[in-house]
């Protein structure tokens, strides 16, 4: 075998090997800052009206749950204030992401509870007897539960794990990476003393690599295969939708980037000729 055809074997392999440490790379990085960031999470609940839809179903379900107990309708009619609400959950989400704290407090809404029924049963002059004070205080423990349901994020104390997880090993991994990508970058930059051949293996690196970050999320994207998730309640629907979608979105934009800049390097190549 000629000299040449081996540094072109080995000029393939390191540029394969480049494309799979950049294309890692990417993946590990996208995801860094997107749903393993905490911020970009809480911008995506934001955006997806995530805090103002919740409060409304918890409404809905407390109204529901005490249209039959004979209290008065208009008492637990839109009982939750919107912007007290929309406050306690975003402090709770902040202080879960910041402290690993995934407990919503209740107590102020326990309080009005137990304040509002017993105003009402005082101004109404209703003494109660043992069997409806069973009654009321589960009517309040069913409420509370309501609360908490409502008002935080489903398995947001296995999400933040697994960020704090993903996040101690990302440097450790994003180091070795860089390292790599670097060694095998001078290596194929080594193995040419001219432009043409450096340019063209180079440009085979970028463009498969961005064709690599296209190919995967762009079938999902554009086949709409997200939006066909099945889960409820659909504000929840919306902000799971939406985070995967844009998630998708920031790898066809970097893998176009990345064809681009890959052809255009080519291209450079061919007109240096």
């Known amino acids: 075998m000629s000299k040449r055809s081996n540094r072109t ?19 590990i990085t996208v995801t860094r800052v997107t749903i393993m960031n905490p911020s970009y999470l809480i911008s995506k609940m934001e955006s997806a009206d995530f805090y103002q839809q919740s409060i409304v179903n918890l409404n809905k379900q407390i109204q529901q749950e ?5 209290f008065p309708l208009e008492m637990f009619e839109n009982y939750i204030d919107e912007k007290s609400a929309d406050e306690i959950m975003k402090n709770y989400i902040q202080t879960a992401f910041s402290t690993g704290n995934t407990d919503i407090s209740t107590t ?9 029924i017993d105003e009402y049963l005082k101004s109404a002059n209703i003494i109660i007897n043992s069997e409806e004070k069973t009654a009321i205080s589960t009517l309040k423990t069913n409420l509370v539960d309501y609360f908490k349901t ?4 489903p398995y947001l104390d296995l ?14 991994i994003a180091a070795i990476l860089l390292i790599l990508i670097i060694t095998a970058g001078f290596l194929l930059y080594r193995l040419y003393s001219h432009y043409r051949g450096r340019r ?8 498969s690599a961005g064709l690599i970050c296209l190919a995967l999320p762009g079938f999902i994207f554009f ?45 450079l190549k061919f007109k240096k000729r």
Do not use: H, W
């Not at 709409?224 to 998708?248: A, G």
């Open 9 to 27: 074997n080995i000029s393939f392999l390191l540029a394969l090997l480049l494309t799979i440490f950049i294309s890692i790379f990417i993946v």
């Open 150 to 153: 409502y008002l935080t994020f």
């Open 223 to 267: 086949g709409n295969f997200v939006n066909k998730i099945s889960l409820s309640p659909k504000y929840f629907y919306d902000f799971v939708t939406s985070t995967i979608n844009n998630y998708l979105l920031i790898y066809i934009i970097i893998g176009i980037l990345m064809i681009i800049v890959g052809n255009c390097i080519a291209y």
């Open 108 to 116: 102020k809404f326990e309080t009005k509870l137990s304040e509002d």
């Open 66 to 70: 005490t249209q039959s107990t004979g």
């Open 200 to 207: 063209r293996y180079f440009a085979y690196t970028l463009s």
């Open 159 to 172: 999400v933040i794990k697994l960020i704090d997880s993903y996040n101690t090993y990302y440097y450790i």
